[in-house]
């Protein structure tokens, strides 16, 4: 009994033996094959957590250019707030003188760009005073884009308008000098050099001085009105000599002053120069008969006048365009222009002729030039202006008398200095070109500038 319990026992270890060898052994397996499939594992999803770090990656990339582009769009947004209100308060600020204009040069719809077009836009703006005949400002200071820049002309032609709420103030000083030599001879010529007669020569030298007070106000951004009140003096000095007399001499002089011919006139700018346009800006002037006209004067029995005249004596009125055009580092301007003189019956007698109805002529006027600046400060500008002037109808003793007409054409030169964002020198110079035109006139402006609103 006892020996088969003790073999019985060692079958039971041997088997118990067996069993935990068997166990361990699978157990060893599975842990070994579990351990390589969890390597593999870990082989294959290593390259999918870097593609998920790399999407990532890229989306907050992706969040940063929206955001900046945002912020580009809101600082953009704002820099064309900014252009509006300044526009709107009609400010004008300092031009750089290294980049230049547009005029357009004399002033809605602005086209988005960026910051640094913008800016260049607006040095480029003011650079030269153009078509300003009323001789506003000198160099422009970086206007709004749709304002022309400003030119320098002649204070009786249209151009760059004076913002809403500006009173400009422009005390000028205008003169003029012309001059003229005349051969006549009243006899016979038999031959060449041999003559039988009187020979009469003639020098004449007339200055006219004028001292005038224009004032400007800006209804709006695009309308103005201007008042001008002049104060002529004038002296014409007449000498002659009469060759069949004994060759005597005689010099006559005349001289007149007072109120000038008061004018009133109204520009408003077209349109906005956009898109490559120039700009366009209408011009209505209006003069009146203020001035002692030349049938009112004091005359002596002969009809030979006492004094001078300092006004036209007839109503006129000019309607005119003027054009403006940027072209970097310049601007172009150009005007045209007719004078309707308004007939009157004067019904005087001057001598021996009775003066009725007086048609005086009618006039075709037109300019133009270039300006350009120098810096900030200094523009310079170079022109020519031409007035063909319509024939005279006077009824004299009944008998309809018409007179020549009239050529008269200048050069002009002029220049501006900025004193201040308020005050300027403007200076204009004509050589006459023709004929009948004066010898030389000089125009010298200070157009002062005033926010009243």
Do not use: C
């Amino acid at each position: 009994m006892t020996g088969n319990h003790g073999r019985r026992n060692q079958r039971r270890r041997a088997h118990f033996a067996a069993a935990s060898w068997f166990v361990l052994t699978a157990a060893l397996m599975a842990g070994v094959s579990g351990l390589s499939a969890t390597v593999a594992f870990a082989e294959e999803a290593k390259p999918s957590a870097n593609l998920q770090q790399l999407q990532a990656l890229i989306e907050q990339h992706r969040q940063q250019i929206e955001a900046q582009e945002q912020a580009i769009e809101e600082q953009r947004r704002r820099l064309q707030i900014l252009e509006e209100q300044v526009y709107a308060a009609g400010q004008t600020p300092r031009a750089q003188p290294a980049v230049y204009q547009p005029l357009a040069g004399l002033s809605g719809g602005v086209p988005q760009k960026s910051g640094q077009h913008v800016a260049q836009e607006q040095n480029r703006q003011g650079a030269v005073e153009t078509a300003q005949s009323s001789g506003k400002a000198a160099v422009g200071a970086g206007q709004d884009k749709t304002r022309p820049p400003e030119v320098v002309v002649l204070s009786e032609r249209g151009g760059v308008l004076t913002p809403k709420g500006t009173l400009v103030i422009e005390p000028t000083l205008d003169y003029s000098k012309s001059t003229s030599n005349r051969l006549n001879f009243r006899g016979i010529s038999i031959v060449d050099g041999f003559l039988i007669g009187v020979i009469e020569a003639s020098d004449a030298d007339r200055d006219t001085l004028t001292s005038q007070v224009t004032g400007r106000f800006g209804l709006t951004n695009r309308l103005e009105v201007e008042v001008s009140v002049p104060y002529v003096y004038r002296n014409d000095r007449t000498t002659s000599l009469v060759g069949g007399a004994g060759g005597a001499t005689v010099t006559d002089s005349t001289t007149g002053d007072g109120l000038g011919d008061v004018e009133v006139a109204a520009h408003y700018q077209i349109n906005d120069g956009t898109n490559d346009w120039p700009f366009f800006i209408a011009n209505l002037r209006y003069k009146s008969t203020t001035g002692t006209g030349p049938f009112d004067i004091a005359r002596d029995s002969d009809g030979i006048p006492s004094e001078l005249a300092t006004g036209s004596g007839f109503h006129a009125i000019e309607p005119s365009l003027t054009v403006i055009y940027p072209t970097d580092p310049a601007v172009l301007f150009a005007n045209i222009g007719y004078l309707v003189n308004l007939p009157r019956d004067v019904d005087t007698t001057v001598g021996s002729a009775n003066i009725g109805n007086v048609d005086p002529g009618d006039s075709i006027g037109m300019s133009f030039g270039v300006g350009f600046a120098l810096n900030e400060k200094l523009s310079l500008n170079l022109g020519y202006q031409h007035d063909f002037v319509l024939e005279t109808t006077t009824e004299t003793n009944g008998v309809e008398v018409n007179s020549e007409t009239l050529s008269v054409g200048s050069f002009l030169f002029g220049g501006s200095y900025r004193l201040s964002d308020a005050v300027a020198l403007n200076l204009t110079v004509q050589i006459g070109a023709t004929e009948d035109a004066p010898d030389s006139r000089i125009i010298f402006r200070v157009p002062v500038r005033f926010n009243v609103l």
